[in-house]
């Protein structure tokens, strides 16, 4: 027998056992429905009629006027009036066939709605027992009219669902194509899984690739989720589930010296007085309920924001980190009204302190500096009043470009007259030879190069990283053809959601296919993760052309790094925050072995960002680390 033949019977045999249970769960509930409305409306109306009744004079032939009038304005089979001693006073009876339905429908659906029975009164005296039934002949039609809807509907749909099925099976009889396509995907490492075909031939071979690839999958999903629970035990503090102090510093020195478009930003501590008078008040489960409350309060203040980190620095001291944020003050404002809101409603007395300092920080800033500014902000904090705020004074240079449109001037103007720059940083691998140099940005900005941290924040809100990225990529392909080395460059996440620039970035690199087999492209985590449709495409139209796909400033999703295991990337670059003090810090290495073991299952190159010693590029590659770049690495 033929698919198409089996897909036919397939498809009557379920769109009858569908109509079936439809038609009989529809009727029944239909039935039970319209029985109790005509037993309602019989009450009703018998109710009424004989209260009309009861009012007229009792003269045989106004009686028997009132009983016709309604009998003729309604649709009933039965009124009938009787007198106390069961004799008939009036009485109409229409028993005229149920209207459309057939007489096989109506045996099979029987409806019996109870009579309308009311009582006459003559002054004070029972002049009768009124009965009324309403006629079934309508509810018959409407079953019988809504079985004949339903019918048409699934033979309808099961008509279109066939001819689907029937070009569908058309297309699926030609297996090799998928089969191939499946061999493709899991030799580029997308791990896919296909429908097996009825074509046996075909059908051990599909049958045993999807094997593999939901063994791939069960095991990276399991091997990620091991990952993630090993990160948050070590990176989180278990009460609170803010970062620890140790994660929360390196992730503030990632900050620091970062040099994209959320260099810069904002650092605030708050600090919690009085817990040791509080575990003595509230108890100690009570108080560490509070503390949990205060961490929820700089949570939701993190809220949707990429780079942003909340921490808890030791028992009482609470931060936040606002990466690329300029407006210190309305940031510390929204905290403080959280914080305020959750102590008073604490049952305490006297209400707990809990005063808050914060600094603005730009590129570069030494962590000690910082954090001494926020300590000394947070200090007069304590000394102002329970629940102060106070900002540091900034004591860094005042930006020469005070507004967007003098910011837009100049970026277009640097563009266009100089054009972008690109620098060299060597990434070598485990074994010392190169792999590529990443080639960051800069711009002729106000008398020198200036790197991407110094312009990117206001680039970002220009709307330009689109444009700027374009540039870096034009600069990389004449680079590379000049040279010969092979380069990674940087796309942004909102350039990652511009069509526009996805269009003009195909483009380029089918122009120059020798230079894009040298190109290494990478996305931030944040951006591949909000806009995965679009990274997908990206990946999928990348691959052929040669180019080398990657994810950098990995690490606050492993959990989800298996999910990209049908995206054919190339490689994986860890963030600084995990790397930094890696030598010493066993629960990152933990972290970072494991996630080793899921990449290289699904064949990505693992790079660490930020290796800032001998020390811990030794640690990185006994933990099979494949690559390292940042300030103590040289070329090869």
């Known amino acids: 027998m033929s698919l198409i033949k089996q897909l036919w019977i397939a498809i009557a045999l379920v769109m009858s056992l569908a109509f079936g249970g439809s038609l009989v769960v529809s009727t029944l509930s239909a039935r039970h429905y319209l029985t109790q409305q005509l037993t309602v409306k019989n009450l009703d109306n018998a109710t009424s009629l004989a209260l009309s009744l009861s009012q007229l004079d009792k003269d045989p032939v106004e009686v028997e006027l009132q009983i ?12 009938r009036l009787v007198d106390p001693s069961g004799q008939v006073i009036a009485e109409r009876v229409n028993n005229g066939p149920a209207g459309g339905a057939p007489e096989w429908f109506i045996r099979l659906v029987p409806i019996a709605p109870q009579a309308g029975v009311a009582q006459v009164q003559d002054g004070w005296n029972r002049f009768g027992t009124l009965t009324l039934e309403s006629h079934s002949r309508y509810v018959y039609e409407s079953l019988w009219s809504g079985m004949l809807m339903l019918l048409a509907w699934f033979v309808a749909g099961g008509a279109l669902t066939g001819l689907a099925g029937t070009l569908l099976i058309k297309h699926i009889t030609r297996p090799l194509g998928r089969v191939v396509e499946q ?16 074509t046996a031939e075909f059908r051990s071979v599909v049958r045993a690739m999807n094997l593999l690839s939901e063994r791939v999958r069960g095991m990276l999903a399991e091997e990620s989720q091991r990952i993630e629970q090993l990160r948050r035990q070590h990176q989180h503090d278990e009460l609170t589930g803010l970062l620890t102090r140790n994660q929360f510093l390196n992730q503030l020195d990632t900050a620091l010296a970062r040099d994209d478009e959320q260099a810069g930003g904002v650092l605030a501590i708050a600090r919690l007085g009085d817990l040791e008078r509080l575990n003595r008040q509230l108890g100690r489960p009570q108080a560490d309920r509070l503390l949990q409350d205060v961490a929820l309060c700089f949570d939701a ?24 944020a300029q407006d210190a003050g ?3 404002r929204d905290l403080r009204a959280r914080l305020d809101a959750l102590l008073d ?11 808050m300092g914060a600094a603005a920080f730009t590129q570069g800033e030494a962590r000690t500096h910082l954090l001494a500014r926020v300590d000394g902000a947070l200090a007069s904090a304590e000394q102002t009043g329970e629940r102060a705020l106070c900002l540091a004074d900034a004591d860094h240079e005042a930006p020469r470009h005070a507004d967007l449109a003098d910011w837009r001037r100049t970026l277009l103007h640097a563009l266009d007259t100089h054009g972008v720059q690109l620098g060299e940083y060597p990434v070598i691998g485990s074994g010392g030879e190169l792999l590529h140099h990443e080639a960051p940005m800069r711009l002729h900005l106000d008398g020198g190069w200036q790197g991407a941290g110094y312009f990117m924040p206001w680039a970002a809100r220009l709307g330009l990283l689109a444009r700027l990225d374009i540039a870096v990529l034009h600069a990389a392909l004449r680079k590379i053809g000049e040279t010969g080395r092979a380069l990674g460059i940087n796309v942004s996440a909102d350039s990652l959601r511009d069509a526009a620039f996805r269009s003009e970035l195909f483009a380029s690199l089918q122009a120059h296919p020798a230079q894009a087999g040298h190109l290494w492209i990478e996305v931030p985590e944040y951006g591949v993760l909000r806009h995965q449709a679009e990274f997908r495409a990206l990946c999928l139209a990348l691959k052929p052309l040669g180019c080398r796909v990657g994810i950098e400033h990995a690490g606050r999703q492993f959990s989800r790094i298996g999910d990209l295991h049908d995206l054919g990337l190339d490689y994986l670059k860890v963030d600084t925050s995990m ?9 990152n290495q933990n972290v970072l072995r494991g996630l080793c073991v899921v990449a290289h299952a699904i064949g990505l190159t693992v790079i660490g960002e930020g290796v800032s010693n001998e020390a811990e590029a030794r640690t990185l590659i006994g933990l099979g680390v494949d690559g390292l770049t940042g300030p103590g690495i040289r070329g090869a």
């Open 183 to 198: 061999a493709e995907a899991i030799g580029g490492r997308r791990f896919v899984t296909t429908e097996e075909p009825n």
């Open 345 to 355: 409603g604490t049952a305490v007395e006297p209400a707990p302190r809990l005063p």
């Open 68 to 79: 016709a009038a309604q009998f003729d304005a309604g649709h009933y089979r039965l009124i």
């Open 330 to 332: 309305a940031i510390c």
């Open 301 to 324: 203040a993190v809220g949707e924001h990429e780079g942003w980190e909340s921490g808890r620095l030791n028992g009482t001291d609470f931060a936040l980190l606002a990466c690329g």
């Open 579 to 587: 790397v930094r003090g890696i030598d010493t810090d066993t629960g």
